[in-house]
């Protein structure tokens, strides 16, 4: 940790409020929600890729006991509207279950309710389609060819999104630069897989009128969407934020399954309970991540001083791009990572193929860049004959440099990158490190030292949304929090939406047991639904330490100056200062009330109140994300992100002559997220980013055949790392707090994710160095590194 802070309780260790509950087993999620007379959904899915819809013969499944009602989609598409997708393509249209043409292998077709799980299985089985098979498209690229096979038949081609942005002198750079260095890189699709996959429990309660949702939920707009969809006031729509979340990353956005659900109760008249297996969740549910080929240029000069970039993202959305396109935005707000690149050129295109689509997956997209800006530069060294630590050195914005305007317009908050990576550097013992490669290289092992130093975007603003569709006006994403001292003095706090894992409460209770001087397990921090919720856009973008925090240290200021007020007009004087629970005359000691006393004038004692004041002490306070609220300029600038965090890892790997497996023999990083509200939610956060950042890198794909089928539908194929393949790491700390906060915090849910995959990739690649191999691509499997080893034999022997 850099320092003591005169924090009472930021920054000091406390177990998370969450925990109790948890270890008890007293977890309440979407699964343990079981409602009377409730209806249960099983999918009828395409086996197809692409394929016209030519008949659907219920009438068996319709006879089987326990079946309620079957659904097909254009039943769907007659009474609900189309999903939401974040750009102008009106031609592409989006819904629960297909309807005509079915796109993806996986797609849902109908669906069946049945008085159980079981039950609906077993007739979805007799359903019967036929279909009249369509040409499919897989590969982004060609996709992209005039004569493709069109996803949609009423959009004219598959680009849904291009644009190229340039910012700075870009050619005028390129020409002049000693070194010009082109490589071509490849992010293959990969997500997140949580324990829990989706589910979702819809109960139209037509004696209220309105629609109450259970979900495992981490999505922004939900209840706004689901309105929208069934066409009904979004007041009839109330998400219950109490319910747990078994993990999400990002992809818990559930908005179709939701829908399904609500459609089918509404219809019905009976709560419906929509719950994925795990071959749902995998092949048909939206939710894969980025699929991306980079083509990145980069101008240097002889002593490694990076002057411009260009880069070319195609991103495969699938055949639904809902938000997913969004997520080549987010790294136009660091697209220069550490570095002081003074022009960039970048083009971003959106294609739809017939597979699955995306969803918002930890870091939004800024992972894939990460990694190719990461690679670039360490093939940039290599080529120059300097280290790959020496180069970013040469070309880190330095800490008095802040805040510092990158070419693209976002302004970097605050950052000391500098010492964070040598705080990394002797936590590993670097030079040690490569002491010890270059014997174990002499002895014929294959080992590697690798680097990563890398931007966590946090406290997103929303702004990618006009950036990506003009007519979409969207310059706030807010978050809002309540919070009401009691008439004995507790505190409680109501946030409004669902937590999957992050440690809200002990995030609310910590800032208001700071700013209150109140022991945070005293305070009390409860869920709102969504009709008594204050403004929220849900825990997405590593936002909730800078936006909700934010808010509730607003909330808590505003009740404290109430106090204050109410001890001036009761001691007669305006000098008064807060000294923990006690507010006191800076020039006469002996003049001073206790939180009591004013809670109970507050309460009770309205004739010692100020004339005018409302009695009691409860306050909101909605925060808009600092810095936000102003559109994209003509070319593209924008300020994306208020607060920026920053990491160093160096791990240590040992290639296996004959398998081609990589092992971790180290792994060691330093971050700075600004100041640490709780540090073992923090230490988790970074730890898990980690380990999804080593599956990413060596494990983590979603593969489809030559016939458009998903052949890693479950975890036989889809492999993920164990506790035997993520390494015990070893985390250093260092804080540059933002000044756009209250206590100097910034995000740090994704950061492990953003820098882990391209620090592998580096340690890899320089074990591969002695052979002459370069890999460019994730994940990098064993087979791929034996043929750069056996490529290098054969090198050898000839």
Not at 491 to 507: D, N, R
Not at 626 to 631: A, Y
């Amino acid at each position: 940790m850099h320092g003591e802070t005169s924090f009472q309780f930021v920054g000091k260790k406390r177990r998370p409020v969450e925990d109790k509950r948890f270890l008890l087993g007293q977890g309440r999620y979407v699964a343990d929600i079981s409602l009377p007379n409730m209806g249960h959904v099983a999918l009828v899915t395409s086996p197809h890729a692409h394929a016209e819809i030519l008949r659907i013969d219920v009438e068996k499944a319709l006879a089987m006991p326990g079946v309620i009602a079957i659904i097909t989609g254009d039943e769907i598409v007659a009474n609900t509207r189309p999903l939401r997708q974040y750009l102008d393509i009106p031609n592409v249209r989006w819904y629960p279950l297909a309807a005509g043409v079915t796109r993806y292998a996986g797609e849902w077709v109908a669906a069946v309710v049945a008085t159980d799980r079981y039950l609906a299985e077993d007739a979805a089985e007799q359903i019967e389609v036929e279909y009249r098979p369509l040409p499919f498209v897989l590969d982004p690229e060609r996709a992209m060819e005039p004569d493709a096979p069109r996803v949609h038949a009423d959009h004219p081609g598959n680009v849904v999104w291009r644009r190229k942005f340039v910012w700075g002198n870009v050619e005028d750079d390129f020409a002049t630069a000693d070194f010009v260095l082109s490589r071509r890189y490849r992010w293959h699709r990969n997500s997140t897989v949580p324990l829990e996959t989706f589910g979702v429990v819809a109960d139209y309660d037509v004696g209220r009128d309105v629609l109450d949702i259970y979900a495992s939920i981490q999505m922004p707009q939900y209840a706004e969407q689901i309105a929208e969809a069934l066409n009904i006031p979004l007041n009839h729509v109330c998400v219950h934020y109490d319910v747990d979340v078994g993990g999400s990353y990002g992809t818990k956005r559930g908005i179709k399954h939701t829908v399904l659900a609500a459609y089918l109760s509404k219809k019905l008249g009976i709560p419906v309970k929509f719950i994925e297996d795990r071959l749902e969740h995998m092949r048909g549910s939206d939710m894969h991540g980025p699929d991306r080929i980079f083509d990145v240029s980069i101008a240097f000069d002889k002593d490694g001083i990076i002057k411009s970039m260009k880069m070319l993202t195609i991103d495969d959305e699938g055949a639904y791009p809902g938000r997913s396109p969004l997520q080549m935005g987010k790294p136009i707000g660091a697209i220069v990572g550490a570095y002081k690149i003074r022009s960039v050129e970048y083009e971003g295109v959106a294609v739809v193929t017939n597979k699955t689509g995306q969803v918002a997956v930890r870091g939004f997209g800024q992972a894939p860049t990460n990694f190719a800006i990461e690679t670039i530069l360490d093939e940039a060294a290599r080529q120059l004959g300097i280290s790959a630590v020496e180069i970013r050195k040469r070309n880190f914005i330095q800490k008095d440099e802040f805040p510092y305007r990158i070419p693209s317009g976002t302004v970097y908050d605050s950052g000391d990158f500098e010492t964070v990576l040598e705080k990394a550097l002797k936590l590993a013992n670097y030079e040690e490190l490569l002491r010890f490669r270059d014997a174990a290289r002499k002895q014929g092992r294959i080992v590697g030292v690798g680097i990563a130093t890398c931007m966590e975007p946090g406290g997103g603003n929303a702004l990618f949304e006009p950036l990506f569709n003009p007519k979409n006006e969207k310059t706030t994403f807010p978050e809002g929090c309540f919070v009401k001292i009691d008439s004995h003095g507790t505190v409680t706090a109501e946030i409004g939406f669902s937590s999957a894992g992050q440690g809200h409460q002990t995030l609310v209770s910590t800032v208001l047991g700071e700013e209150f001087g109140i022991h945070p397990d005293a305070i009390r921090v409860v869920y709102a639904t969504s009709l008594t919720a204050l403004p929220s856009q849900s825990p997405v973008a590593s936002r909730m330490a800078i936006v909700l925090g934010g808010a509730a240290v607003g909330a808590a200021r505003r009740l404290k100056d109430k106090m204050r007020k109410i001890a001036e007009h009761n001691l007669g004087c305006t000098d008064l200062v807060w000294d923990k629970t006690t507010i006191r005359s800076a020039s006469n000691s002996s003049l001073s009330m206790t939180w009591g006393e004013i809670v109970e004038i507050a309460h009770k004692k309205y004739h010692k109140m100020p004339p005018g004041m409302d009695p009691g002490l409860q306050t909101t306070f909605v925060w808009e994300v600092p810095t936000g609220g102003v559109l994209p300029t003509p070319d593209g600038r924008v300020h994306m992100y208020p607060c920026y965090s920053f990491s160093a890892h160096i791990p240590v790997v040992e290639i296996d002559r004959d398998t081609g497996e990589v092992r971790f023999l180290k792994y060691v990083l330093a971050h700075d997220c600004g100041t640490v509200i709780n540090p073992d939610i923090v230490r988790g956060m970074v730890m898990g980013g980690v380990a999804h950042g080593i599956g990413a890198a060596l494990y983590e794909q979603f593969v489809y055949d030559d016939n458009g089928q998903l052949v890693t539908q479950s975890f036989m194929d889809y492999l993920l790392p164990s506790a035997m393949e993520v390494p015990d790491v070893k985390m250093d700390e260092h804080v540059t707090p933002s000044p756009h906060t209250p206590m100097g915090q910034k995000g740090v849910g994704e950061g492990g994710y953003m820098s882990a995959p391209a620090a592998v990739i580096s340690a890899i690649n320089d074990a591969l160095a002695p052979f002459g191999g370069v890999v460019r691509h994730i994940p990098v499997k064993p087979m791929e590194i034996l043929q750069i080893l056996d490529k290098s034999r054969e090198v050898i022997l000839s």
